[in-house]
């Protein structure tokens, strides 16, 4: 591994994959390190997505979403519990996220294990390329407000390979997906009162991904900040322009970005092959008492180097306490006739 990789000034720490221990920290906002996978196996028809938090100074400390799809089956589990952590592994009994290879490049590997009672196992994820921090690459991308301090957000593709035991099936498995890994001061429903962005896409040469996110102290018609970048075999560069366009049932349609060192990428015509919705960040009931939903949409796409498949994920925001200062309207019963 050389030195002179494109981009690799905004490559994060191996160690930046473990679970921070911050000194001095503050009462008034949480701690939180979390993970994001999302990953698909078409063959086996498996889709998956697994959400960690992490928190130094909230109980319980742990926060873990999981949620699988395979034909009509599904599951959705969302746990708070006190995390256990041994070595380089962290999490609960539901799922243990260990830390093989914390490097920002095809040397990553991770391993997620399983037990929710109806599915057990283990998957294996591998870097595809690199994995930038946005908030170096992308500065004035990420949200800081009284609500939100991020320190780091960083994204990679991955490839997963594993095997899961759903009830009497074994599902032997061989796929894609992408990671999302970030830390900071925030309160969830700080975070995303006007909903989020993203998607992570393989090339057949390269990793492209996205995220549009607006500030949470940003007025509804401010503009939208917007983060892009691709990656390859010899480093990783930020998009200077580009589009997205959705369908009007609000699935991906297509997208196109310029990049700095002059490289134009599009993708198009995107065919859905899964989607699956699940708990992302959870509603505080002391504050405005929003969650966020998390939507994957898995989906091929067209491209001029070849078939590109990917993971586009919306995150769209709602009143978790749909009634808070509510005012209910009833009209009084008449006065009986006499």
Known sequence: MTTDIAGAWALPRPE????????GLRDDLPWKDTYWFGFRDGAADLTGAVHLTMSANRAPGLRATVAFRHGREQLLRTVYEVP????DSFGCELVTLRVIDGHWDERKRLELTFDTGDISGAVELRGRHYGPNLAVLCPGLLPTAAAVELSGHVEQGVVMSGELRWGDHTLVLDGYGHRDRS??????????LMGYTFAGVHLPDATLGFLGWQHPSAGASD???????????TGVRAATDGWYRRTAEG???ACQFQFTDGRKVEV????????LFYAYHEPELDGPAIGTLSWDQHVHMDSPEGQAVAVFNHGTPFMADVFRNARFCAAEAPPAER
Request: a negative charge.
């Open 84 to 87: 256990h952590r041994s070595g």
């Open 268 to 275: 198009w015509g995107a065919v859905p092959t899964a989607e």
């Open 16 to 23: 930046d994959e473990l679970p921070h221990d911050p000194t």
């Open 183 to 192: 830390w900071g001061y925030r309160k969830s429903d700080g975070m995303n």
């Open 251 to 253: 699935r991906p349609d």
């Open 223 to 233: 503009p939208l900040p917007v983060g892009a970048w691709l990656a390859d075999e």
